[in-house]
T-cell receptor
Framework: DADVTQTPRNRITKTGKRIMLECSQT?????MYWYRQDPGLGLQLIYY???????NKGEISDGYSVSRQAQAKFSLSLESAIPNQTALYFC???????????FGPGTRLTVL | QKEVEQDPGPLSVPEGAIVSLNCTYS??????FMWYRQYSRKGPELLMY????GNKEDGRFTAQVDKSSKYISLFIRDSQPSDSATYLC???????????FGKGTMLLVSP
């Protein structure tokens, strides 16, 4: 089984809809991250968490919220989706002094 | 200026060539330097990392860091078509600090 799983893998939705992307891990790492990737812009950090009670904003948190329901689960929500949130979204887990991060397979989100 | 700069490419080489991928960074606090490989429509996978200055070798891949010039390199020897992917450099101060990624360089290795 994969260390990091993301659901759904693909989602098409309409402007104004609420969307939740889910991430779960099997490694027991404390650090979890949400990134979005756009062509030409690279990976941008949305939110990150070091513990169930610890949530931190990344560089592009506006329009997003997160929930760390358990050590192994970290969800990303778009309360009212807009077209410029169309992107590839990745969840990652981190570990060690180096903070090696391991990524999930991604969710391709399209907002019409 | 972005904290980590990386030429987007694409970089096209013939099979068997030596490939050099590079990044520059601006924050002197960065201590760890990583290279990720990302195939199309897949998540990035960690190739290797180095701590501070120096070289690290893993098979056909060599990572090199020069902190004095804030320059990071990844060399691929005997490149293969299966190496065709986007390569992202990333830096961090370690521990619980976040990673800062370059935008990635697309590499195309032709048979």
């Amino acid at each position: 089984d994969a260390d990091v799983t993301q659901t759904p893998r693909n989602r098409i939705t309409k402007t104004g809809k609420r969307i939740m992307l889910e991430c779960s891990q099997t490694k027991g790492h404390d650090r979890m991250y949400w990134y979005r990737q756009d062509p030409g812009l690279g990976l941008q950090l949305i939110y990150y968490s070091f513990d169930v009670k610890d949530i931190n904003k990344g560089e592009i948190s506006d329009g997003y919220s997160v929930s760390r329901q358990a050590q192994a689960k970290f969800s990303l929500s778009l309360e009212s989706a807009i077209p410029n949130q169309t992107a590839l979204y990745f969840c990652a887990i981190g570990t060690g002094q180096v903070n090696e991060q391991f990524f999930g397979p991604g969710t391709r989100l399209t907002v019409l | 200026q972005k904290e980590v700069e990386q030429d987007p490419g694409p970089l096209s080489v013939p099979e068997g060539a030596i490939v050099s991928l590079n990044c520059t960074y601006s924050n002197s606090a960065f201590q760890y330097f990583m290279w990720y490989r990302q195939y199309s429509r897949k998540g990035p996978e960690l190739l290797m990392y180095t701590y501070s200055s120096g070289n690290k070798e893993d098979g056909r891949f060599t990572a090199q860091v020069d902190k004095s010039s804030k320059y990071i390199s990844l060399f691929i020897r005997d490149s293969q078509p299966s190496d065709s992917a986007t390569y992202l450099c990333a830096t961090s101060a370690g521990g619980y600090s976040t990673l800062t990624f370059g935008k990635g360089t697309m590499l195309l290795v032709s048979p």
